[in-house]
């Protein structure tokens, strides 16, 4: 069983820069591929970024491509997502999620998902 609490949600003026935070229980955390979604108010949920379990291999939505980075730190059980350039299409809840698996999943399929934290990007 894995938890997984985000932090570092907030709002920021347009162009402006958050740093999310996902803070995960357990001691396999390093066996675990992870990932970030989104879900905008009246929207699904979507794809933002994933990331290996050994951290070597990372993939982005493309509507984010070039401005966020996920990383992790396996001895911190943490995995982040570092948002720049951001706009008012980027406000969302944002939720990280967890399986336990080599590869680098896009989907949602995911085992374990955070609560989510809140962005909110004005223009």
């Known amino acids: 069983q894995v938890q997984l609490v985000e932090s570092g949600g907030g709002l920021v003026q347009a162009g402006g820069s958050l740093r999310l935070s996902c803070a995960a229980s357990?001691?396999?955390?390093?066996?675990?591929?992870m990932g970030w979604f989104r879900q905008a108010p009246g929207k699904e949920r979507e794809f933002v970024a994933a990331?290996?379990?050994?951290?070597?291999?990372?993939y982005y939505a493309d509507s984010v491509k070039g401005r966020f980075t996920i990383s992790r730190d396996n001895a911190k059980n943490t995995v982040y997502l570092q948002m720049n350039s951001l706009s008012p299409e980027d406000t969302a809840v944002y939720y990280c999620?967890?399986?336990?698996?080599?590869?680098?999943?896009?989907?949602?399929?995911?085992?374990?998902w955070g609560q989510g934290t809140q962005v909110t990007v004005s223009s």
């Open positions: 990331i290996s379990w050994g951290g070597g291999r990372t």
């Open positions: 999620a967890a399986k336990q698996t080599v590869l680098v999943v896009t989907t949602s399929r995911y085992d374990y």
């Open positions: 357990g001691r396999t955390f390093s066996s675990y591929a």
